[in-house]
């Protein structure tokens, strides 16, 4: 009952879909939800490089992809990271501290924010959607996401499809299906689908410490997942919530109880 209901929230369509994917859980189930409405063959996976602290995730989520056989997209938006490292502490480069979540809660505009991301990222993106004949857009902003970010909220979302329904040829809809959901929801999701496991493929942290791993013939990098940030934070706080251990590969740099 809880897939159809979940499958619901993704309008039907003929054409592809574009799914925001940064790497990170949100955005991976996001993906995984879509695979399973559309198929994969119809879904593609857009990413974006804006020079964040994190960008490791950028690689969780194209081995997500090669597993679940999605095609992936990474976009170059390192302007952006330019123009905001001074007043965000999400940004490479930054003397900007990372907060935690005590540090965050109640704070109208945490130093996490990064201006204006989420609204160039989605307008690239419905770009991108048009010129490769796709009709919708599909992110993973979550109701948690809402305690300190303007453009998380279905607000901001109805307010971005306002704008796009403007275009003459190919209005491009963004969807946004766990905007009243908390990860907890998510991950309760990925049980019903028995893809939970498919998470190791994610990473939360908005400033872990990398690692690099060898496996067999190959090699890549790793993230270590701080435990502190806000996002680490809500991510352990989902896994512990079910009493189940998270199965991102590279772990916590603190001791988590599961």
């Not at 039907?12 to 994969?40: F, Q």
């Not at 990413?47 to 690689?59: A, H, R, V």
């Not at 679940?68 to 490292?85: A, N, Q």
């Not at 990098?221 to 701080?226: T, V």
Request: charged residues 20%.
């Amino acid at each position: 009952m809880m897939i159809d209901k979940m499958l619901d929230r993704l309008p039907d369509t003929d054409k592809k879909v574009i799914v925001t994917h940064s790497g990170g859980m949100d955005s991976s189930t996001a993906i995984i939800l879509a695979v399973e409405k559309y198929g994969k063959e119809n879904v593609i996976s857009l990413g974006f490089d804006y020079g964040q602290k994190q960008k490791i995730e950028l690689e969780y989520a194209s081995r997500l992809c090669n597993e679940i056989g999605v095609t992936r997209h990474i976009l170059d938006l390192s302007i952006l990271g330019e123009i905001v490292k001074n007043v965000s502490a999400n940004i490479g480069g930054t003397d900007i501290e990372m907060p935690t979540i005590k540090d965050v809660l109640g704070n109208p505009q945490p130093p996490t924010y990064v201006p204006y991301r989420n609204l160039i990222m989605f307008s690239l993106t419905a770009a991108f959607a048009e010129a490769n004949a796709a009709s919708h857009i599909i992110c993973g902003l979550q109701i948690h996401d809402e305690y300190s970010y303007w453009d998380t909220t279905q607000k901001f979302v109805d307010s971005f499809n306002d704008v796009t329904a403007q275009n003459r040829s190919w209005p491009v809809t963004l969807i946004a299906p766990f905007s009243d959901l908390s990860k907890t929801d998510e991950v309760k999701l990925l049980i019903a689908l028995d893809k939970d496991q498919l998470l190791k493929y994610s990473l939360t942290c908005y400033n872990p410490k990398e690692s690099l791993k060898h496996y067999a013939v190959n090699r890549y990098n790793i993230g270590i997942s701080c435990g502190n940030c806000p996002s680490c934070a809500e991510r352990i706080a989902a896994f512990v919530n079910l009493g189940i251990p998270d199965p991102i590969e590279g772990g916590y740099q603190i001791e988590v109880p599961w």
